[in-house]
């Protein structure tokens, strides 16, 4: 907000105020703090929350990629290094009745392991089964001419601890090569055909296997947190380390199947027939959690089998014509209707809210209550597509393909508007199938398409169980708006009445961070939006309408905006007399104030402070707007460690949203000297810079110290 002018309610909101209003299976990116498995996770809403406390860089959001296939290379990783101390160690050791049999029998063990590392690398999982389980069998082997040494051990344990070294080593070896021999058992278990009725059971299989290794993994840590590392040869104790530092990742990848298993139960109907809403959301047309609900299918799934497929043709416009309620939109969507309904709900851009709004609307439209929402992206189908391969419509006399689906959908409903979604309900069941006839050396690629889908936010799900949504919530899979420990940034994109023309739309977002001598941090954040369209084309040549909301730290002050694009009023429509206020909008509106120079709409939603305005660009132009905030903490770290100071960023990306390039210049005053940056970020004269493609959520830190 500039120097003097005030912030305005508008008199049409004036009365709101007074109102009230969270890999598929393997692959995950953030280390999260979990929720006890008793507790459900917290309701998000539209209310206000003091700001997180400054602090230095949290563990909790330093990233981690870490999935199922490094996981278990890891696996043989780990044993393998855990050898070469061993077999200096062994050197050391002056046992010559002994050493001979001990270190050949690691030496063995330490081949077999090379070798099911080399298998799991090319997945030849019933190859690297055999060697991991020659392996343990070398170390068994190894262990046992040391524990057959009787009182001539323990005598040379007193005296040289060494043995003991060696020992325990062995053991955490052992324990490692049998959690490897688990996993790649189960691994080449679905290697095999999988179909619908066969999947939940290999799946119990596979959490069976699972659990095993991480016991065996569990009881290699428990040795090597035993382990003296002052009796390891000295270039190998750094080695030993990190795998010692490795294991509790080792021991959250379990934790995690734990809940994806969980996750996998309720969706695929094991204990009871779930009811499952899918929503396909266009991304095309960007909308808060995705894209436009322009389609949705309801799905009965028991142990594993659809028995029921609802896909209406007329899409969600066919569940709109239904609502009982006529409700107020929120007032951005009055561009194109004042009243609210199924495929605008997903209006808020933390996806449990979304999903509790869309279900709201459902069951008001006469649809069954559901439990749970499962929404997909055309990104998702593609990835599909490519598993499969091409299928046949005859109905539209189309092969449909991964490069040809989102043009056929859009051509299909251009030629047929009365039914516009009767392309998906012809193509989706089809898909199904084909995807659960994959063969066996399919099934894991497909794990990963969908893994990748999730991190990405391509796939977003919410349980209505508090149970079922807690484990969602700590797999990261919900879609909800994050928390964090000191700065935050989301830029949320709504096309409203702007075609389908998002993929046509080239984003770049820059921050320039400034921290002044006196410890206060001003942001200044430029949206770059390029519109590739051709002007002349039908689809092409429509304008992209965008309402940008910018989410920071509660407490942020905005101090100016520019760039944006002023809608007329009279554009606006007005809603109907009987039309009722929703208690949701009212709570986010009633907050709403409005800088009088900008235009811009200031709420506070999630936790957050929010920026919302209008970037309006046309085929062939490119438009830069500008906001320039405070944030709502300092630089200065005070306490035991008052000469430090930190500040971090986590960047959320909004679902749907392919790609944006974000680059951010972070100044910082001479006083304080960087003593730690995160290793993406590159030390330029002057100032520290990031330039990251936004696929996924990212998070940046920094530690420096006063001079």
Known sequence: MTAGKALVKPQAQQHMSQRKVRNFLFGFSWKRVRTPKHEAPPVPTVIAKEPPPPSLVDEQFVTRPFGWARSLAGFSLAA??????????????????????????????????????????????????????????????????????????????????????????????????????????????????????????????????LQDAGGAVERAEQELRQVNLSYVPAEHRERLQKILDSLPQLQEFFRDFTDAKQVMDALLGVNETSRILLLFQNNAELRPTGGFIGSLALL????????????????????????????????????????????????????????????????????????AVLALTPSVVE????????????????????????????????????????????????????????????????????????????ILLAFTDPNDQCAVVTLGWDGGVRQSPQDYLM??????????????????????????????????????????????????????????????????????????????????????SDATLDPDVTGLEGTLLVDEVSGTRITQEFGKTVFGNWIDVGPGESRTATFVYQLPFKFEKKGTLSQLASYSLLMQKQPGVEYTAFIQKLYIPEAYETIWHDNRMSQETGYLLISEELSTDKFFGLVARKK
């Open 80 to 209: 393998c290094a855990l050898m070469i101390p061993l077999v200096a160690a062994s050197n050391i050791e002056k046992i010559e009745t002994i050493q001979g049999r001990v270190l050949g029998a690691s030496t063995e063990a330490y081949q077999h392991l090379e070798d099911a590392q080399r298998a799991v690398a090319s997945s030849q999982y019933s190859s690297a089964t055999q060697s991991f389980k020659q392996a343990e069998e070398q170390f068994r082997s190894a262990q046992d001419e040391l524990n057959g040494s009787g009182s001539l051990l323990e005598e040379v344990v007193k005296v040289i601890p060494h043995v003991d070294t060696a020992q325990r080593i062995l053991n955490a070896g052992s324990d490692l090569s049998l959690a490897g021999q688990y996993i790649s058992e189960a691994l080449s278990s679905v290697q095999s055909s999988v179909t619908a009725a066969t999947f939940v059971r290999q799946l119990e299989g596979f959490s069976s296997s």
């Open 300 to 371: 009965d799934i028991d142990e594993g089998i659809i028995k029921n497929m609802e896909v209406p043709e007329g899409g969600a416009y066919d569940i709109a014509g239904q609502l009982r309620s006529n409700v107020i939109s929120p007032t951005p969507l009055h561009l194109i209707n004042p009243h609210w309904n199924i495929q605008d709900a997903n209006w808020f851009p933390d996806f449990p809210t979304s999903a509790r709004k869309v279900t709201w609307f459902y069951e008001r439209s006469g649809g069954p209550s559901v439990d």
């Open 383 to 458: 990835s599909f597509l490519d598993m499969t391969g091409p299928i046949q419509l005859p109905a539209f006399e189309v092969t449909v393909t991964s490069e040809n689906v989102r043009r056929l959908a859009q051509d299909s409903e251009q030629q047929d508007p009365t039914k516009p979604k009767r392309f998906i309900s012809e193509l989706f069941p089809i898909l199904l199938n084909k995807l659960f006839s994959l063969s066996g050396d399919q099934f894991l690629p497909l794990v990963d398409s969908i893994t990748q889908a999730f991190e990405s936010k391509n």
């Open 491 to 576: 830029v949320v994109h709504t096309n409203i009445g702007g075609g389908k023309t998002d993929r046509l739309v080239d984003t770049f977002v820059s921050l320039t961070t400034t921290i002044k001598d006196d410890d206060t941090i001003t942001q200044t954040l430029s949206i770059q939006r390029t519109h590739t369209g051709a002007p002349l084309d039908g689809q092409q040549g429509v304008r992209n309408v965008d309402y940008i909301r910018t989410y920071v730290p509660a407490g942020s002050i905005l101090l100016e905006a520019r760039g944006f694009d002023r809608i007329p009023g009279w554009r606006f429509q007005t809603p109907e």
